[in-house]
C-alpha cells in the first residue's frame, strides 16, 4: 500500500457525524447547513437539456479532451466572463469532472516528488482535497494562514519555501472565508511563480455567486491577460458548474490555461481513464452558454443573506462577504463545542472551521470559528438563523 496513505486526515464530514453521535434534544426537524452542497431547483434549461440528451452518447467512448462543441461553449464564457482578448478551446481548455476530482489529480500530474522536500502552498483554512492531493503525490503541505481579513498573508512565507514550491493552490472566492482575491495580489503571485518556477493552481469554483451584481470576481487568467500574458504561462484555473448552475450532482467542470501543462495533464488523463460523458459534455455545453440561470441563482443566495443577518446582526458580528455561499462566524466559545450544542439544543447542523485549517505557525485559522452554507431554501435558512440566534442568546446568558 502506498504509505502516504497514512497521513490523510478524517475528512470534515466524519469528524462532524462524530459530533451528532447523541439525538438532539428536541423535536425540531433536522436543518443541514454544514455541507457546501446546493440545493436550488435545477434550472429548466438543464432538465430540458437533460431530457433532449438521455438516449444519445453511449454508443462510443468519449475522448479525453471532451468534443470541441463543449470546449468552444467554454472559451466563449471565458472570454467574456474574463474579459480575455482570446482563448484557444483547442489547446488552454480540457473538460473535467467536476473540480474536485481535477484539484487532486494535477498535483498528481505537477508534483516531481524525486527531488528535496517539494513543497506545495495551500491556504490556510483549506478546501481538504489540496492537502490530500499533495501527500499521494509525494510532496509536503505548506499552510499560508488566512487571519487578518481572513485572506492568505502571502507575504509570510519565507523566500526559501517559495524556493521549493512545486505548486500554490489558491481558492477565489475562497472556501470558506468567501473572501476574493484583487488583481493586485494575482498579479503579484503571477510574478513569484515566474520567480520561483512553480505552478499556480487556482481553484475559481465559487466565481460566480457574489454579492454585487457591478463587481463580479476577478479571475487568474484575467490577470494573467492584463499583464499581456496570453499564453497564460504557470497559471491554471479550475471551473466547476456545481455551484454556477445548481448542479452538483453533473459532476462536471473545466481547466483552462498554460497549454505546455494542460497537453500534460490531458496525458495524465488519457492513463487516468476520466473522460466526461458525451451526454454530460452535451448538457454543459449549454449551461456554460447561459447566464439568466445564474442571475436567478444569485439573486436566491442574496435574499438568504439579507435574511440570515438581519436575524443574526443584533447577537453576533456577522458580514455579508464579497462572495461564495458560505457565513464564516467567529463563535463566542470554542468551535467544536458550539456546532456540538447547536445540534443537540436546536437540531441545526453547522461545520467547525478547526476541521477546514490546521494548527500552522503556532495558530489554528479556523479556532472559533463555524461555516454555515446557505444552501438550503430561503424558509430553512430562516428557521436556521433564528434557532441560531436563541442558542447565541442562551450562550450569552449563561456566561
Given at each position: ?6 497521513l490523510?486526515q478524517?475528512?470534515p ?13 428536541t423535536?425540531?426537524t ?6 457546501g ?6 434550472p ?7 431530457q ?13 479532451k471532451?468534443?470541441?462543441?463543449i ?12 474579459k ?6 483547442d ?9 474536485r476530482?481535477?484539484?487532486f489529480a ?8 524525486t527531488?528535496?522536500?517539494p ?6 483554512p483549506f ?5 490530500g492531493?499533495?501527500f499521494?503525490a509525494?510532496?509536503?503541505p505548506?499552510?499560508i ?6 485572506s ?6 519565507p ?15 475562497n ?7 484583487d488583481i493586485?495580489?494575482l ?5 513569484k ?7 499556480i ?9 457574489y454579492?454585487a ?21 504557470r497559471?491554471?484555473v ?8 445548481n448542479v ?9 490555461g498554460?497549454?505546455?501543462i ?12 476520466c473522460?466526461?460523458?458525451p451526454?454530460v ?6 449551461a456554460w ?13 442574496r ?5 440570515v ?9 456577522i458580514?455579508?462577504p464579497p462572495a ?10 470554542d ?17 467547525p ?10 495558530v ?8 454555515i452554507?446557505?444552501v438550503?431554501s430561503?424558509?430553512?435558512?430562516i428557521?436556521?438563523?433564528q ?5 447565541i ?7
Amino acid at each position: 500500500m502506498n504509505p502516504n496513505l497514512n497521513l490523510l486526515q478524517p475528512y470534515p464530514f466524519e469528524k462532524l457525524n462524530k459530533l451528532k453521535i447523541n439525538p438532539p434534544a428536541t423535536d425540531k426537524t433536522a436543518i443541514n447547513l454544514a455541507l457546501g452542497e446546493p440545493q436550488h431547483a435545477i434550472p429548466a434549461l438543464i432538465e430540458q437539456a437533460v431530457q433532449q440528451t438521455a438516449s444519445n452518447g453511449f454508443c462510443k467512448y468519449p475522448a479525453t479532451k471532451g468534443d470541441i462543441k463543449i470546449r468552444s461553449s467554454i472559451a466563449r464564457w471565458l472570454t467574456k466572463r474574463f474579459k480575455l482578448p482570446s482563448i484557444n478551446p483547442d489547446e488552454h481548455i480540457l473538460p473535467v469532472n467536476g473540480t474536485r476530482e481535477a484539484l487532486f489529480a494535477f498535483a498528481q500530474c505537477i508534483v516531481d516528488h524525486t527531488v528535496p522536500r517539494p513543497l506545495v502552498l495551500i491556504p490556510n483554512p483549506f478546501y481538504q482535497i489540496y492537502e490530500g492531493a499533495t501527500f499521494l503525490a509525494g510532496a509536503e503541505p505548506w499552510f499560508i494562514n488566512s487571519l487578518e481579513e481572513n485572506s492568505p498573508d502571502f507575504d509570510s512565507v519565507p523566500a526559501d519555501v517559495w524556493e521549493n514550491c512545486q505548486l500554490l493552490y489558491i481558492c477565489s472566492p475562497n472556501n470558506p472565508t468567501g473572501t476574493v482575491l484583487d488583481i493586485d495580489t494575482l498579479q503579484d503571485l503571477i510574478t513569484k511563480a515566474d520567480k520561483y518556477d512553480f505552478i499556480i493552481a487556482a481553484d475559481e469554483c465559487y466565481s460566480e455567486i457574489y454579492a454585487a451584481e457591478d463587481k463580479p470576481p476577478v479571475g487568474l487568467l484575467q490577470a494573467c491577460a492584463e499583464l499581456g500574458r496570453l499564453d497564460f504561462k504557470r497559471c491554471m484555473v479550475f471551473h466547476s458548474l456545481s455551484k454556477r448552475s445548481n448542479v452538483p450532482g453533473l459532476r462536471s467542470g473545466f481547466v483552462a490555461g498554460d497549454a505546455d501543462i494542460i497537453h500534460q495533464f490531458w496525458l495524465y488523463r488519457t492513463y487516468h481513464g476520466c473522460a466526461m460523458s458525451p451526454i454530460v459534455q452535451e448538457i454543459s455545453a449549454i449551461a456554460w452558454g447561459d447566464e439568466k440561470h445564474v442571475r436567478v441563482n444569485r439573486d436566491l443566495y442574496r435574499q438568504k443573506y439579507t435574511a440570515v443577518i438581519e436575524i443574526l446582526a443584533p447577537v453576533i458580528e456577522i458580514n455579508y462577504p464579497p462572495a461564495s455561499f458560505y457565513l464564516w462566524l467567529e463563535t463566542p466559545i470554542d468551535d467544536v463545542e458550539f456546532a456540538q450544542k447547536l445540534f443537540i439544543q436546536q437540531n441545526v447542523t453547522v461545520l467547525p472551521g478547526s476541521f477546514l485549517s490546521r494548527t500552522s505557525n503556532g495558530v489554528n485559522p479556523g479556532s472559533k470559528r463555524v461555516r454555515i452554507a446557505l444552501v438550503a431554501s430561503i424558509e430553512e435558512c430562516i428557521e436556521a438563523a433564528q434557532r441560531l440566534r436563541i442558542f447565541i442568546e442562551g450562550i450569552d446568558e449563561s456566561s
